[in-house]
């Protein structure tokens, strides 16, 4: 019997049962992608995230991967944070990924300080994204990879959206993200990812890579506050650093222990 050990880990979060749950399992080894992808489904949150150590690498502390209940991820901020909070030492840990680039967790007085690219969508027309997602957003942007973003006029309507699951898994691995000016915080969002097993996400770093170019150029500053407005519901705190998107935010651990293969 194999011992692995199991954290989860609220990220985003200042208190427990809000932000994101992620599990993280540190490995000597990769295991076969299928037994990965096993392990995810039977754990069943929005993500695990596996690490092996890379002690040769002058670089990166570790490799790491993300895996949803149905699929592996090309990105997934949420659980990167988790992975910093359970496995750093110093003062940051960096991680090197397979589709992208190098990402850093650093730690700073108010919690962690997370370093993803900051990626820029273009305009473009999407009527069944719409339709499927809901409302009346006034912009419609993309990005390929699978990121489609939604920008509404108020809160009150992203609060309010009642997505069609069905249709929108159809599309795909496809992260739905809409958006808008917010009351209390700068912008908030809400997101959406049913062709990846998860229908709404609670609180999504990825999602903030695309964010944080677009809100930081139409507020005309490179920081801002933003509020993901799902049931959990969790905030993130957002900085513009050239082609970084740096977000800030706070982790707590849930659970520790083994998992026996």
């Not at 570790?62 to 992975?83: D, K, M």
């Not at 009527?127 to 990005?143: L, M, Q």
């Not at 139409?218 to 082609?243: E, I, M, N, P």
Request: glycine share 8%.
């Amino acid at each position: 019997m194999t011992r692995i050990p199991f954290t989860q880990v609220d990220a985003f979060a200042s208190r427990r049962f809000s932000g994101n749950p992620a599990a993280v399992m540190p490995l000597e080894r990769w295991l076969p992608d299928d037994m990965l992808q096993v392990i995810a489904a039977e754990n069943n949150l929005a993500e695990t995230a596996f690490t092996v150590p890379l002690p040769d690498d002058d670089e990166a502390d570790y490799e790491l991967r993300w895996f949803t209940p149905a699929v592996e991820v090309a990105l997934c901020g949420h659980a990167t944070l988790a992975s910093g909070h359970v496995l750093m030492k110093g003062a940051a840990v960096r991680f090197r990924t397979r589709k992208a680039g190098l990402l850093e967790v650093r730690r700073v007085a108010n919690g962690y300080e997370l370093d993803l690219p900051a990626w820029k969508t273009e305009p473009k027309p999407m009527p069944e994204s719409v339709a499927g997602v809901g409302g009346a957003p006034v912009e419609t942007r993309w990005r390929e990879g699978g990121y489609t973003l939604l920008i509404y006029e108020s809160e009150a309507e992203v609060r309010a959206l009642t997505p069609d699951f069905r249709a929108l898994s159809l599309h795909g691995d496809i992260l739905f993200i809409a958006t808008a000016p917010g009351k209390d915080t700068d912008i908030v969002s809400r997101v959406f990812a049913p062709g990846a097993g998860i229908d709404e996400d609670p609180v999504t770093g990825s999602a903030h890579s695309l964010l944080t170019p677009y809100w930081a150029d139409r507020l005309g500053r490179d920081r801002f506050t933003a509020y993901q407005a799902s049931r959990r519901g969790g905030h993130v705190d957002c900085r513009l650093a050239g082609d970084r998107a740096v977000l800030g935010g706070q982790c707590v651990t849930v659970i520790e222990g083994m998992f026996l293969l």
